[in-house]
């Protein structure tokens, strides 16, 4: 089986990473990891050995330990029929860099990072509208936003840093409608070509 091609998704809280990554797998297939969502998802279940301790790094706008998070999404991987995945939201920091690099990375193909920019502004006043239309995360609110872009600024910031060093970086303005935005990721995606490889 050949390795999974992987592209990595970053950017602030609310510069509509979900929303994009729905998009590229509507048009190119791909499936869409959410390493949030494997972590809520992991936090929900009854007879998780994880559970509380997920809880209580997301309540406090910290980063969950890297081992559980890769496994989550290793886990994900290989119970998929696909081979091409979007990981969103990972990795954001070094300890889940380092994580990565040492038990996944060899695993898989990397293809390039998608990064999406975006001012604070924009991003706090799109969480705290989803909050208020009920998005049910318990970190959409001013003091759960603070801390979480204190982490972006602090310890997502230099691992974008890092992949830009290795030319992986592809970046895409988020200040624009949904649709914009796309029009320019799309771009990006036909260019990787039939193989899946630049």
Same mark, same amino acid.
């Given at each position: ?45 009854? *007879? ?39 990981? *969103? ?49 318990? *970190? ?56 899946? *490889?630049?």
């Amino acid at each position: 089986m050949a390795k999974p091609k992987v592209i990595f998704v970053l950017g602030a809280p609310g510069a509509g990473k979900g929303t994009q990554c729905q998009k590229i797998v509507d048009t190119f297939g791909y499936v869409h990891l959410s390493a949030g969502d494997l972590l809520r998802e992991e936090r929900a279940k009854p *007879d998780s050995k994880y559970g509380e301790l997920i809880e209580n790094y997301i309540r406090e706008g910290k980063i969950v330990p890297v081992e559980i998070t890769c496994s989550l999404l290793e886990n994900a991987m290989q119970r998929s029929e696909k081979n091409k995945f979007l990981i *969103d939201g990972f990795p954001r920091n070094q300890n889940n860099l380092d994580g990565w690099n040492s038990t996944v990375a060899n695993n898989v193909h990397q293809l390039f990072v998608l990064f999406f920019e975006c001012p604070k502004e924009a991003c706090v006043e799109r969480c705290l509208g989803r909050g208020a239309a009920g998005s049910g995360r318990s *970190d959409d609110n001013m003091q759960s936003l603070e801390k979480r872009f204190n982490t972006f600024i602090t310890e997502t910031q230099p691992i974008v840093k890092y992949y830009d060093q290795k030319g992986l970086v592809r970046r895409v303005d988020a200040t624009k409608s949904p649709d914009e935005v796309f029009a320019e990721v799309k771009i990006l995606f036909e260019n990787i070509g039939a193989g899946g *490889d630049f």
